[in-house]
């Protein structure tokens, strides 16, 4: 007797009995709606038996969430036999989708079970993969989501018994007196590999990595977007994971000591999923460990339960978003691609959580850069999957737009901002045609820079608070509103030269437009992204025939002595002297002794005029103003 027979004879003795597929098959009563297992724990034997022996069945609905490997009951040469509906649209059946021979039902991956249980969607016979049982009891292994509820609520269960399929901890078991019929089926689980990283994919990962904290808990769906985020979490410390779907991204940083799951208020110590998929190594790792579990996806994906996770943070895809931040993920036009999946339950999930962020990421163009996934409209037919109430976070390769909160003009400004740039200008102009910005913004020009994201940096000022200093944006004005509006008349005394009673949209616009070279401009932000507050500016324009540029700058009457000023004029400067600018020129009131000061904090070769009250000073650069600022 073979090693292959020795276990099969002995789990038939030990636990349960195996039959032939065409055994199990003859008990499936005409016309009942079948069930097929999720993702790699397809029941592979199962699937291509019901292509071999077509004739068991006749008028059946076949349903299912993404599945890995051969989808023979969608094809139409089973017309007639089979029905499919996706409940999430795999590869191996969208042509079918697409061509009408197949159906597509959208739903939120944590309602799918209550459907099967309420009778809303009954199930006849479910066809499911187990690993070898023990003590009574299978583990459905690599895919518990929805694969735990449609067995237990339907009329009968088929499983298919394979050795290679790894047992898992958690809720992820059904006792052997519930399943009707085993057939043996070994064969080696469907892989699905990481994709490589891109230096596009890279980016939006790196952008991701900016809003992911310490001791946050992570939610990643599936594609090269996702396991690029993971791959540029490498510098966290102390992560948690509850996702709906675990990959070979997760493994890497459970490995590398970064998830710990210390800090989770739910399921400390353990990273939660509802399925694997990935290569063989995913599946040999969380072969039976204690500190992964497997959960049904309406626990994993209630909202509820996500949002009582603290610092949760979801990362999921998109096909496009318009300007106002409605968000299409699910279809491509009128052309249905993928599902709802999870994307929604965990949007709405983070959002409800303490610290919690909602990400949705996507490349800014598609068709090898000739068309923008940010438009001024969703293509039409294109489904709106998450909607534009639920949008916190859009990423692209070029930045991070925080739409919560804000308005429609101010959510076109800052997606406009991480679109390509060499869509921005029609962008733009789509915006002030549908009367989302104003009639006078700022136009990008086609030569729009582009933001230099590396001119970013974090410092730490007198009293402890962590101020980001970062470049300004067009989409910043009505942030620089609200800094000069919280600066006393005394303090705007000292900016204008005169008592102001209004700063208006035009000069606060003409603030924010900069090239980033021969114009320029830095601010001091506090808080998260979400609720960033300008609290400092500094601002440079360039003299073509002096060489020299007029340099001013600003900070919040409650952020004065702390250091913000000297930080901004001295990065200025640096910038400036990088830029090959030879010096800057200011007007500054005579009085103001403060400003005057924090202008010779630049170094270089200075002179000085005073003329009725103002002082105008002339900085020539010579490389003191770097040392001055290290040795602040």
Not at 225 to 234: K, N, Q, R
Not at 420 to 436: D, M, S, V
Not at 557 to 572: S, V
Request: with cysteine; aromatic share 8%; hydrophobic share 40%.
């Amino acid at each position: 007797m073979n090693g292959v027979a020795r276990d099969q004879s002995a789990i038939q003795e030990q636990e349960v009995r195996c039959v032939s597929v065409t055994e199990a098959f003859r008990h499936i009563a005409r016309g009942s709606r079948i069930f097929i297992g999720s993702g790699a724990a397809a029941p592979l034997t199962l699937v291509e038996a019901m292509d071999a022996h077509s004739e068991y069945f006749v008028d059946h609905e076949v349903v299912s969430l993404l599945t890995q490997g051969p989808a023979p009951y969608a094809s139409e040469k089973h017309t007639g036999r089979f029905r499919y509906n996706a409940l999430f649209i795999g590869g191996n059946v969208r042509s079918a989708v697409e061509s009408g021979l197949a159906d597509y039902t959208p739903v939120f991956l944590s309602e799918i079970p209550e459907m099967f249980r309420s009778g809303q969607m009954p199930i006849g016979v479910a066809m499911i993969q187990v690993a070898p049982p023990k003590a009574g009891m299978c583990s459905l292994g690599m895919a518990v989501d929805v694969v735990k509820a449609a067995a237990e609520s339907a009329d009968m269960v088929i499983a298919e018994i394979n050795p290679k399929m790894p047992a898992t901890k958690g809720n992820s078991c059904l006792p052997v007196s519930a399943i009707d019929y085993f057939v043996w089926g070994e064969h080696d689980l469907p892989e699905l590999l990481t994709r490589s990283i891109t230096p596009e994919t890279r980016r939006i990962g790196k952008n991701i990595a900016k809003l992911v904290e310490d001791g946050s808990t992570i939610q990643a769906g599936i594609g090269a977007i996702p396991d690029a985020a993971l791959a540029m979490l490498v510098d966290k410390k102390d992560l948690g994971v509850h996702t709906e779907m675990m990959s070979d991204g997760f493994i890497d940083l459970i490995d590398q000591g970064i998830v710990t799951n210390r800090f989770k208020n739910q399921h400390s110590g353990k990273s939660i999923t509802s399925f694997l998929l990935g290569s063989r190594r995913l599946y040999d790792f969380v072969c039976d460990r204690d500190d992964i579990e497997v959960f049904p996806c309406d626990y994993t994906n209630d909202p509820y339960v996500i949002g009582k996770i603290d610092k949760m943070v979801a990362i999921n895809t998109a096909v496009e978003v318009d300007l106002t931040g409605q968000v299409c993920s699910d279809s491509i036009g009128a052309r249905f691609y993928s599902g709802i999946g999870g994307q929604v339950d965990f949007i709405r999930g983070a959002a409800r959580s303490k610290g919690g962020k909602p990400i949705i990421a996507l490349p800014s163009t598609a068709k090898n850069g000739t068309v923008s996934r940010i438009k001024p409209r969703l293509q039409r037919g294109g489904g709106v999957v998450t909607t534009r109430g639920d949008v916190h976070f859009v990423v692209t390769e070029w930045g991070i737009a925080s739409l919560h909160g804000k308005t429609v003009r101010e959510r076109a400004m800052a997606l406009i901002e991480i679109a390509h740039p060499k869509f921005r200008p029609w962008l733009l102009a789509e915006a002030k045609q549908h009367h989302y910005v104003y009639a006078d913004q700022a136009d990008h020009s086609i030569t729009t820079p582009v933001y230099p994201q590396d001119l970013e940096s974090c410092v730490e000022i007198r009293d402890g608070t962590q101020v980001l200093i970062r470049p300004v944006r067009l989409s910043d004005e009505d942030q620089m509103h609200d800094l000069f509006y919280s600066m006393s008349d005394e303090s705007l005394y000292q900016r204008f030269f005169a008592y102001t009673q209004s700063v208006p949209h035009a000069s606060l616009q003409d603030l924010c437009k900069v090239d980033y070279q021969n114009s320029m401009a830095l601010v001091a932000t506090i808080g998260q992204l979400n609720a960033e507050r300008i609290v400092g500016m500094a601002r440079y324009v360039l003299d073509n025939k002096t060489g020299l540029a007029e340099a001013e700058f600003a900070v919040a009457d409650a952020f004065q002595n702390k250091g913000i000023g000297t930080t901004l004029i001295c990065q200025l400067a640096d910038i400036a002297q990088s830029n090959g600018i030879n010096g800057f020129e200011a007007e500054v009131l005579s009085n103001n002794a403060q400003m005057l000061h924090l202008f010779r904090k630049i170094g270089g070769h200075q002179e000085s005029r005073r003329n009725q009250g103002i002082t105008s000073l002339t900085i020539r650069f010579d490389g003191d103003h770097q040392r001055k600022e290290k040795s602040r």
